[in-house]
């Protein structure tokens, strides 16, 4: 019986193997995890743009490709990262999938109903994590123990919000973003789905939402919204307020903020603070993590890879995969849909 190089690598202890495909900004990131990791080597790219894969490949000693479809069937992968369009992301991963590969792809998802069908269609034996890489940050994780321990008492609401900014080159110069087609839509689906998602963490399951959006100050720029507004209700009777925007004037760290019985908790970037009822305020010590992109993205894809990457070794659940982020998809395309029709949206009758 032929045994894989995979198979063998496996059965020695020795690393797993990772691509890259869509050699841009992300992928530095993705890059860079894996090149700390003491495991797990970096083996090959894949991009359009050729001179982005060979610079790539030079730096973290690969080889190069013009495309997916080349790089799989030349190379022996493990764990293929997707980092390329949000349109993309889908079908790369369906190929991947089929071919044997684990998948790690960047956020979003799915940019509609039709791509989360096509992906749940798949069922290969392979693991597929996503990158929602803010539920690794320090500051989440402690506010998700204090929850859980009971002593903050129950959430009754919540808010989100994100005020960043992207001006008009973001957009011209990258060839995908603020074409709807490509990108699927804009501050949500691009820049606040971490914090819809975290919102979708800690109150449960949605059960609607009634949303509006808008494009203030990129009309003629973009076709996407760089404004979004969302009244959501979650089981048990528990509410949040979600606003993003891109037209802010500098990107300063997303709020979340729980309302609880015995103290309303602030997460802001790395930074929580507790108030409690009684007017005492005070900060949580948060451990500092080095950040390998920008600090407003969140410091969490260090840990997020290598969780994903143990879950492959450990033959272990990861919980970011496509059924642990059930809630957040539904959340974002019932955001959309709302947004688009005018109509409250049910997302769990
Ligand atoms: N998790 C985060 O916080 C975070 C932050 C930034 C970006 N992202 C996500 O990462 C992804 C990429 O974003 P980016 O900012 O790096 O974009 P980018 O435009 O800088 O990079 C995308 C790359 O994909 C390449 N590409 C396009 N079509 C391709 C194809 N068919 N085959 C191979 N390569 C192809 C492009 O040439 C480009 O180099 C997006 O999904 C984005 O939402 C996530």
Same mark, same amino acid.
Request: with cysteine; aromatic share 8%.
């Given at each position: 019986?032929?045994?894989?190089?995979?198979?063998?690598?496996?059965?020695?202890?020795?690393?797993?193997?990772?691509?890259?495909?869509?050699?841009?900004?992300?992928?530095?990131?993705?890059?860079?995890?894996?090149?700390?990791?003491?495991?797990?080597?970096?083996?090959?790219?894949?991009?359009?743009?050729?001179?982005?894969?060979?610079?790539?490949?030079?730096?973290?000693?690969?080889?190069?490709?013009? =495309?997916?479809?080349?790089?799989?069937?030349?190379?022996?992968?493990?764990?293929?990262?997707?980092?390329?369009?949000? &349109?993309?992301?889908?079908?790369? *991963?369906?190929?991947?999938?089929?071919?044997?590969?684990?998948?790690?792809?960047?956020?979003?998802?799915?940019?509609?109903?039709?791509?989360?069908?096509? /992906?749940?269609?798949?069922?290969?034996?392979?693991?597929?994590?996503?990158? +929602?890489?803010?539920? &690794?940050?320090? =500051?989440?994780?402690?506010?998700?123990?204090?929850? @859980? =321990? #009971?002593?903050?008492?129950?959430?009754?609401?919540?808010? #989100?919000?994100?005020?960043?900014?992207?001006?008009?080159?973001?957009?011209?110069? =990258?060839?995908?973003?603020?074409?709807?087609? *490509?990108?699927?839509?804009?501050?949500?689906?691009?820049?606040?789905?971490?914090?819809?998602?975290?919102?979708?963490? +800690?109150?449960?399951?949605?059960?609607?939402?009634?949303?509006?959006?808008?494009?203030?100050?990129?009309?003629?720029?973009?076709?996407?919204? @760089?404004?979004?507004?969302?009244? /959501?209700?979650?089981? #048990?009777?528990?509410? *949040?307020?979600?606003?993003?925007?891109?037209?802010?004037?500098?990107?300063?760290?997303?709020?979340?903020?729980?309302?609880?019985?015995?103290?309303?908790?602030?997460?802001?970037? /790395?930074?929580?603070?507790?108030?409690?009822?009684?007017?005492?305020?005070?900060?949580?010590?948060?451990?500092?993590?080095?950040?390998?992109?920008?600090?407003?993205? #969140?410091?969490?894809?260090?840990?997020?890879? *290598?969780?994903?990457?143990?879950?492959? %070794?450990?033959?272990?659940?990861?919980?970011?995969?496509?059924?642990?982020?059930? %809630?957040?998809?539904?959340?974002?395309?019932?955001?959309?849909?709302?947004?688009?029709?005018?109509?409250?949206?049910?997302?769990?009758?």
């Amino acid at each position: 019986m032929a045994v894989s190089q995979a198979c063998l690598r496996y059965a020695m202890g020795v690393n797993m193997k990772a691509a890259i495909v869509g050699c841009g900004s992300i992928a530095r990131v993705h890059a860079g995890c894996i090149q700390s990791s003491d495991n797990h080597s970096l083996a090959a790219f894949a991009d359009t743009i050729t001179e982005k894969a060979d610079s790539f490949a030079k730096q973290y000693n690969g080889h190069a490709y013009p =495309s997916l479809e080349e790089m799989l069937e030349k190379e022996e992968i493990d764990v293929l990262h997707i980092c390329t369009p949000h &349109y993309l992301h889908v079908p790369m *991963a369906v190929y991947a999938l089929e071919r044997g590969v684990h998948v790690f792809m960047e956020k979003p998802p799915v940019i509609s109903k039709e791509q989360l069908e096509q /992906l749940q269609a798949v069922h290969t034996g392979k693991k597929m994590g996503i990158c +929602f890489q803010n539920r &690794y940050n320090p =500051s989440v994780i402690q506010v998700k123990k204090l929850i @859980d =321990s #009971g002593e903050a008492g129950n959430i009754n609401g919540a808010r #989100g919000i994100v005020t960043w900014s992207r001006s008009k080159v973001y957009y011209t110069g =990258s060839g995908w973003r603020g074409n709807l087609a *490509a990108e699927g839509g804009g501050a949500l689906i691009n820049q606040s789905i971490h914090t819809l998602d975290l919102l979708a963490y +800690f109150l449960g399951k949605p059960i609607s939402v009634d949303a509006t959006m808008a494009n203030h100050h990129l009309k003629g720029v973009t076709e996407v919204e @760089d404004m979004m507004e969302a009244f /959501l209700c979650f089981e #048990g009777d528990k509410t *949040a307020c979600f606003y993003a925007t891109t037209a802010y004037c500098s990107d300063v760290p997303p709020l979340i903020e729980l309302s609880c019985d015995n103290m309303t908790i602030r997460i802001e970037d /790395l930074e929580v603070t507790c108030y409690y009822k009684t007017g005492k305020m005070e900060k949580l010590p948060v451990r500092r993590m080095e950040c390998l992109g920008k600090s407003y993205w #969140g410091a969490g894809h260090r840990d997020c890879i *290598a969780d994903f990457y143990d879950s492959i %070794e450990k033959k272990r659940p990861f919980s970011l995969d496509l059924k642990g982020l059930n %809630e957040t998809i539904l959340l974002m395309l019932g955001t959309y849909e709302s947004a688009r029709t005018g109509r409250e949206i049910m997302i769990h009758a």
